[in-house]
């Protein structure tokens, strides 16, 4: 059931983009390539088992959760549900 002048199905396809938006995200940080054998971040030798488990890690686990847990996550702001999208 749609409200306002949304269409049928109008928030399920705004739940659908956001969901694909967040997947293509996360494929497009996943690394690529050969992987290194040093860390590109403190040069600490990067173990074989993490190099044949990621394809083309850069950098040690270390360095690894350091950046992940200074990242900031998405604030889950639908921008396509935004009124000023609409506006645009």
């Known amino acids: 059931m749609a409200g ?3 269409r049928d199905g109008g928030v399920q396809d705004q739940i ?3 969901v694909d938006d967040a ?3 996360a494929r497009s940080r996943l690394p690529q ?4 054998t040093h860390c590109e ?3 600490a030798p990067i ?3 993490r ?5 083309g890690v850069r950098i040690c686990i270390k360095c690894q959760s350091e950046l992940e847990a200074n990242q900031k996550q998405n604030a889950g702001y639908n921008r396509r549900g935004s009124k000023d999208s609409q506006l645009r």
């Open 51 to 55: 190099r044949l488990a990621v394809p």
């Open 47 to 49: 173990p074989e088992a």
């Open 23 to 25: 997947v293509n995200l």
């Open 41 to 43: 971040e403190c040069d």
């Open 4 to 6: 306002g002048w949304s």
């Open 33 to 36: 390539g050969e992987s290194a």
């Open 16 to 18: 659908d983009a956001s």
